[in-house]
T-cell receptor, first 116, second 114 residues
Framework: AQTVTQSQPEMSVQEAETVTLSCTYD???????LFWYKQPPSRQMILVIR??????QNATENRFSVNFQKAAKSFSLKISDSQLGDTAMYFC?????????????FGKGTKLSVKP | NAGVMQNPRHLVRRRGQEARLRCSPM?????VYWYRQLPEEGLKFMVY????????ESGMPKERFSAEFPKEGPSILRIQQVVRGDSAAYFC????????????FGPGTRLLVL
């Protein structure tokens, strides 16, 4: 069974600084995807970034990048030049690659506060 | 291209009533997933459907809950005889394919059972 663990319930960062959110996962499969989703106070779930496990290169989307360590089963999210609008819950998630699977397994989330 | 639509956004029911939650996927998407989020928790998978088929309902409670995705119209998550423990946010996500495709979420339906 897949599990996703986020060990930081809350974090804060000053505006314009960099913050890293941690995520570890466990799976016996070799092919899977990893995601970071953002949930702002509106509670809409917004995809931040996606990583295919078979790709060694870390995914990047503008100010957001990941550090994917497959052997360690670690998938951290780095937010550079933090902005007030980055204040949100951040959820790490995984899904399997093939077959009839596809449902996302979520961690419990990290509440990020960006302070002016 | 409109995003995933869910309605109603808020739903209040008394214990014992039925709740019907609707989800219209993005245009061109034929795969729908339902998730439940309890307060202060992450999302938990409930059911995965394609048009007219339930693919995986391993996360769905065995009683009172059902889901469908008809050939025409939105996907429906139905909760019969609601109890207070059903109070949660219910999210629908859609994708154009199966496991290899990114899921895009709707705004959720907040269900409150009095």
């Amino acid at each position: 069974a897949q599990t996703v663990t986020q060990s930081q319930p809350e974090m804060s960062v000053q505006e314009a600084e960099t913050v890293t959110l941690s995520c570890t996962y466990d799976t016996s499969e070799n092919n899977y995807y990893l995601f970071w989703y953002k949930q702002p106070p509106s509670r809409q779930m917004i995809l931040v970034i996606r990583q295919e496990a078979y790709k060694q290169q870390n995914a990047t989307e503008n100010r957001f990048s990941v550090n994917f360590q497959k052997a360690a089963k670690s998938f951290s999210l780095k937010i550079s030049d933090s902005q007030l609008g980055d204040t949100a819950m951040y959820f790490c998630a995984s899904s399997l690659y093939g077959g009839s699977q596809g449902n996302l397994i979520f961690g419990k989330g990290t509440k990020l506060s960006v302070k002016p | 291209n409109a995003g995933v639509m869910q309605n109603p956004r808020h739903l209040v029911r008394r214990r014992g009533q039925e709740a019907r939650l609707r989800c219209s996927p993005m245009k061109g998407h034929s795969h729908v997933y339902w998730y439940r989020q309890l307060p202060e928790e992450g999302l938990k998978f409930m059911v995965y459907l394609q048009k007219e088929n339930i693919i995986d309902e391993s996360g769905m409670p065995k009683e009172r809950f059902s889901a469908e995705f008809p050939k025409e119209g939105p996907s429906i998550l139905r909760i019969q005889q609601v109890v207070r423990g059903d109070s949660a946010a219910y999210f629908c996500a859609s994708s154009p394919g199966g496991a290899r495709e990114t899921q895009y979420f709707g705004p959720g339906t907040r269900l409150l059972v009095l």
